[in-house]
């Protein structure tokens, strides 16, 4: 696999995760989710990748009215960056190990279509689709992701005409993304982003990403992340095996040991990573290109 030569950087801004406490830099408020955007975009992200969370607790949150007051923030500022909306909350069932029946605190479980009200409404460039069920770190925490619930996502998302980026946090889920391709429920070019490093899904080890990379349909386009202090080799690795590249604070909150990141400092350490390996910075116009999205109007 050769190395690419141009490279679509993502920024990841602030995820779902209980990081608002652990980092002043994380953003909240629809205003500063905004604002991380715009700056993430001025240092060489292409491409945003965006939650919203309540503005008042930090918590994770899936108002349609968050991520339009988002969406319209960054365009009003005129700042040419594809916009990449999660559409992965409403998966998470925590059960409770001695009565598994009984949901536990946490719990945000809906079904596939109510997952993309956000979606239909602002109808964003891109939006993810997570390919399967996963035993998300220790305890008793669950995300869900059956077929059913993917088949009939990936429907109303091509209908939609938005791009689906199929995250991919196992092989399992790989092989199951390429069966959707196989019933026409998505178009190519496929948009893979293959996640590494959460447990426990996929470890952060390159053998296994490369069978992951052996295992994409023929012309897909893909990109893949690692957690915290593999996040920057893990921009390097990609690149070396054909791919494109995520960072940002939804996945690590350090530039170094000790020291706290923006989002728009991870991207430049990527912009650095990217182009001391003799790549280029892919544009948006350029990502909008080679991921089969809209051109910008």
Same mark, same amino acid.
């Given at each position: 696999?050769?190395?690419?030569?141009?490279?679509?950087?993502?920024?990841?801004?602030?995820?779902?995760?209980?990081?608002?406490?652990?980092?002043?830099?994380?953003?909240?408020?629809?205003?500063?989710?905004?604002?991380?955007?715009?700056?993430?975009? !001025?240092? !060489?992200?292409?491409?945003?990748?965006?939650? /919203?969370?309540?503005?008042?607790?930090?918590?994770?949150?899936?108002? +349609?009215?968050?991520?339009?007051?988002?969406?319209?923030?960054?365009?009003?500022?005129?700042?040419?960056?594809?916009?990449?909306?999660?559409?992965?909350?409403?998966?998470?069932?925590?059960?409770?190990?001695?009565?598994?029946?009984?949901?536990?605190?946490?719990?945000?479980?809906?079904?596939?279509?109510?997952?993309? +009200?956000?979606?239909?409404?602002?109808?964003?460039?891109?939006?993810?689709?997570?390919?399967?069920?996963?035993?998300?770190?220790?305890?008793?925490?669950?995300?869900?992701?059956?077929?059913?619930?993917?088949?009939?996502?990936?429907?109303?998302?091509?209908?939609? #005409? /938005?791009?689906?980026?199929?995250?991919?946090?196992?092989?399992?889920?790989?092989?199951?993304?390429?069966?959707?391709?196989?019933? #026409?429920?998505?178009?190519?070019?496929?948009?893979?982003?293959?996640?590494?490093?959460?447990?426990?899904?996929?470890?952060?080890?390159?053998?296994?990403?490369?069978?992951?990379?052996?295992?994409?349909?023929?012309?897909?386009?893909?990109?893949?992340?690692?957690? !915290?202090?593999?996040?920057?080799?893990?921009?390097?690795?990609?690149?070396?095996?054909? #791919?494109?590249?995520?960072? !940002?604070?939804?996945?690590?909150?350090?530039?170094?040991?000790?020291?706290?990141?923006?989002?728009?400092?991870?991207?430049?350490?990527? /912009?650095?990573?990217?182009?001391?390996? #003799?790549?280029?910075?892919?544009?948006?116009?350029?990502?909008?290109?080679?991921?089969?999205?809209?051109?910008?109007?």
């Amino acid at each position: 696999m050769p190395v690419n030569q141009d490279v679509i950087i993502t920024c990841a801004l602030t995820g779902a995760g209980d990081t608002v406490g652990r980092s002043p830099h994380v953003p909240v408020t629809p205003e500063q989710i905004a604002a991380s955007a715009v700056e993430a975009a !001025g240092a !060489g992200a292409a491409v945003v990748h965006i939650h /919203v969370r309540e503005p008042e607790t930090g918590a994770p949150s899936r108002d +349609p009215r968050l991520y339009r007051e988002v969406v319209e923030r960054i365009r009003e500022t005129g700042t040419d960056v594809v916009i990449n909306l999660t559409a992965g909350m409403g998966g998470d069932l925590v059960i409770d190990p001695e009565a598994p029946l009984r949901q536990l605190p946490g719990t945000d479980l809906v079904s596939g279509l109510e997952r993309l +009200p956000h979606v239909e409404e602002l109808l964003p460039d891109i939006c993810t689709l997570d390919c399967g069920s996963l035993n998300f770190g220790d305890g008793s925490n669950l995300y869900v992701s059956t077929p059913d619930m993917l088949r009939t996502g990936a429907k109303r998302i091509q209908e939609l #005409g /938005v791009r689906p980026e199929l995250e991919i946090f196992d092989t399992g889920q790989l092989w199951f993304a390429k069966q959707l391709l196989a019933e #026409g429920l998505l178009d190519d070019p496929t948009v893979f982003q293959l996640c590494m490093g959460i447990p426990w899904g996929a470890p952060a080890d390159p053998g296994v990403l490369q069978a992951m990379v052996n295992m994409l349909p023929q012309g897909a386009q893909w990109a893949s992340f690692a957690l !915290g202090r593999m996040q920057m080799p893990w921009v390097a690795q990609s690149i070396l095996l054909g #791919g494109h590249v995520r960072v !940002g604070l939804e996945d690590n909150l350090y530039l170094g040991k000790g020291v706290k990141a923006t989002n728009g400092q991870l991207v430049e350490r990527a /912009v650095r990573i990217t182009e001391s390996l #003799g790549s280029r910075v892919a544009t948006p116009d350029e990502a909008r290109a080679k991921l089969g999205l809209r051109s910008r109007t």
